[in-house]
C-alpha cells in the first residue's frame, strides 16, 4: 500500500481528504450546455469539490470543471473531468448543490492542490436536525 503523505488523510472509513472551507468560481461544460456555467465551489479536496447549484445535474453524469484557486495559486487554471457524485438540498438554507469527484486530475495537480489547500479551514459540519419522536412523554408525575 502506497503512502500518500502530502494529503490530509480522513478516516478510511469517510473521505480520502479532508474538505477545506472555499469560495472559489468554476466554469462547468456538460453534455448538454456548451458555454460553461457559473457555480461557486464552497469545499475543496484534491479528490472533488462542491458546488452551489439552483438546478443540479444527475448523479453519474459527468462535466468538465474549469477552475483556479484564488490567493497564492501561481499556477495555470485547472481544467478536470469530473462526474455529479452526490446531489443535495438544505433546506434550512434554501440552496442545491452537488458533489463532483475528480476524474483525471493528475498526481501533480493533487499535490499542488493539496498544498494550496494546508492551513485553510475545513469544512464545518452541518448540524443535523433532530427528528421528533413519535411516542408521546411520559406524563410528570407529582412528588409525594
Known amino acids: 500500500m502506497g503512502?500518500?503523505?502530502?494529503?490530509?488523510?480522513?478516516?478510511?472509513?469517510?473521505?480520502?481528504?479532508?474538505?477545506?472551507?472555499?469560495?472559489?468560481?468554476?466554469g462547468i461544460v456538460s453534455r448538454y450546455v456548451d458555454e460553461p456555467l457559473l457555480y461557486w465551489a464552497t469545499d475543496l479536496s484534491p479528490f472533488g469539490l462542491w458546488l452551489e447549484a439552483p438546478a443540479p445535474m444527475q448523479?453519474?453524469?459527468?462535466?468538465?470543471?474549469?477552475?483556479?484557486?484564488?490567493?497564492?495559486?501561481?499556477?495555470?487554471?485547472?481544467?478536470?473531468?469530473?462526474?455529479?457524485?452526490?446531489?443535495?438540498?438544505?433546506?434550512?438554507?434554501?440552496?442545491?448543490?452537488?458533489?463532483?469527484?475528480?476524474?483525471?486530475?493528475?498526481p501533480h495537480e493533487q499535490r499542488a492542490l493539496s498544498a494550496w489547500l494546508r492551513g485553510r479551514p475545513p469544512q464545518l459540519p452541518k448540524r443535523r436536525a433532530r427528528k421528533r419522536s413519535r411516542r408521546s412523554l411520559p406524563a410528570p408525575r407529582r412528588a409525594a
Open 3 to 26: 503512502s500518500l503523505s502530502y494529503l490530509d488523510q480522513a478516516p478510511q472509513s469517510h473521505r480520502r481528504a479532508l474538505r477545506r472551507a472555499v469560495e472559489i468560481p468554476c
Open 59 to 106: 448523479v453519474g453524469e459527468q462535466v468538465v470543471v474549469c477552475f483556479e484557486p484564488m490567493v497564492w495559486w501561481g499556477r495555470r487554471e485547472l481544467t478536470i473531468f469530473a462526474e455529479v457524485s452526490r446531489v443535495a438540498w438544505d433546506r434550512e438554507r434554501g440552496t442545491r448543490g452537488m458533489g463532483l469527484e475528480f476524474l483525471d486530475i493528475t
